[in-house]
């Protein structure tokens, strides 16, 4: 038997992972522990089953958002932050901030404070999982968002209190800029260095796992030292680290008449309005997507409701140092503890981090067992409700079906 052991980060950055690994995760509230059972079930026989027995992860629960506030009085407490960091690689489920309670998000904070700067969603569309659009299988992105900061820093003042009348009156008096009485004012910091390596780690996946472009999403030309210069210092990084494998999309059509060559992938940029018309319109055009944090926000969530919604869509949140895997949906308390949800986004996610962790082999079968449960119309309310003579079934039922298939698949 193996001793369990903490993953580590090698010098060139990839991961050491030992046979037996410890995991943090955090359940999360409402929704979670239920969508949390049905996936630490999955997760597990898909690692027991693809590797014989040979690997198998050691859980430890760690505290954040409501549980943690019950048990510790912190929303996010220190201890928690450290066992992440120690342990590298942490699953988490839907969490939520209770307004007025000291701190703004659970969420931004575990990725700010874990320096968890690349927010990566994969979409791409589930067969028979409805969707409004009509050719649903063209979409097959994934986004790159920054996530440490643009206006999500968090850094502004109320209207009508003395720091938003101090920094008025600094813009006025210092800058020239006059703002309308009783203005709330927020601060949009963009730098370089935070562009740069999120935008690396986008070419560096197009790259790793064959994808053949790689497009800017940016409102450069209205806020032009902000997010214009995201996209200039994109083609920078772009030019300076990856030079020998991507190719502008000006130099695609000069040099290569809109033919790739076998290898290199095309850097190109879009306007953020204009990019939403074009993934609805074009979306095969698109393959990896790297944007400021704001615009990714929203562009992810649009892209998943082209997909069937959050309940479908993966999410991680991925720094040098550690990266936590988690829903992208909210809590919806109303449902808690009736074990009715769909798993599917922490299913996926999960997915995600087995590949992160490079146990490929169960992240594959996952997604091939939750694809095969779909499309023979067993499915929880909110697919049922949408799926002509599908079978309804719990959150568990759903779960323990996709083990059944799973299992089978492997076996056979």
């Known amino acids: 038997m193996h001793a369990k052991a903490t993953i580590t980060v090698q010098p060139d950055g990839s991961l050491n992972v030992p046979d037996r690994p410890v995991i943090p995760f955090i359940e999360g509230d409402g929704i979670g522990p239920d969508i949390w059972r049905a996936t630490r079930l999955v997760i597990?026989?898909?690692?027991?089953?693809?590797f014989r027995g040979r690997r198998q992860i050691e859980w430890l629960e760690v505290l954040a958002g409501e549980k943690g506030f019950q048990q510790t009085g912190e929303w996010l407490p220190q201890e928690t932050l450290d066992t992440i960091r120690a342990h590298v690689v942490a699953i988490k489920g839907p969490m939520t901030t209770p307004v007025g309670k000291g701190i703004r998000s659970v969420n931004v904070a575990i990725r700010q404070k874990l320096d968890l700067y690349a927010c990566v969603r994969p979409v791409k569309y589930i067969e028979t999982v409805p969707s409004p659009m009509k050719h649903p299988e063209k979409i097959d992105m994934v986004i790159f968002r920054e996530n440490t900061e643009d206006l999500y820093a968090g850094i502004e003042w109320q209207a009508g209190t003395p720091e938003a009348g101090r920094v008025s009156a600094f813009l006025e008096s210092e800058m020239g800029v006059r703002l309308p009485p009783g203005s709330g004012i927020g601060i949009k910091?963009?730098?370089a260095a935070n562009t740069k390596r999120l935008v690396a780690r986008a070419?560096?996946?197009?790259?790793?796992n064959a994808r053949p472009s790689v497009t800017f999403m940016h409102k450069g030309n209205i806020m032009k030292f902000t997010e214009g210069a995201f996209n200039q210092w994109g083609y920078e990084v772009a030019r300076e680290k990856f030079g020998d494998r991507t190719l502008t999309e000006t130099e695609l059509w000069e040099r290569y008449d809109g033919r790739a060559p076998a290898g290199k992938v095309v850097i190109k940029d879009r306007i953020a309005d204009m990019l939403f018309q074009q993934v609805l319109l074009r979306p095969e055009e698109f393959a990896v997507i790297a944007t400021p944090n704001l615009n990714g926000?929203?562009?992810s969530d649009a892209l998943a409701a082209q997909v069937g919604g959050l309940g479908m869509a993966p999410g991680?949140?991925?720094?040098?140092?550690?990266?936590?895997f988690e829903a992208t949906h909210g809590t919806a308390p109303k449902y808690a503890g009736l074990d009715k949800v769909n798993p599917s986004s922490l299913l996926l996610s999960g997915a995600m981090m087995l590949e992160h962790m490079?146990?490929?082999?169960?992240?594959?079968q996952i997604r091939q067992a939750l694809q095969a449960t779909i499309r023979e119309g067993t499915v929880t309310y909110d697919l049922a409700r949408q799926i002509q003579g599908a079978?309804?079934?719990r959150c568990s039922e759903f779960a323990a079906r996709l083990v059944e298939i799973l299992e089978t698949a492997i076996a056979g």
């Open 297 to 299: 926000d929203y562009l």
């Open 316 to 324: 991680a949140n991925i720094g040098d140092d550690c990266a936590v």
């Open 189 to 191: 910091p963009i730098s």
């Open 44 to 50: 597990d026989r898909a690692v027991t089953a693809c």
């Open 391 to 393: 079978h309804e079934v």
């Open 358 to 364: 490079g146990w490929r082999e169960a992240a594959d």
């Open 203 to 208: 070419i560096a996946f197009a790259i790793d």
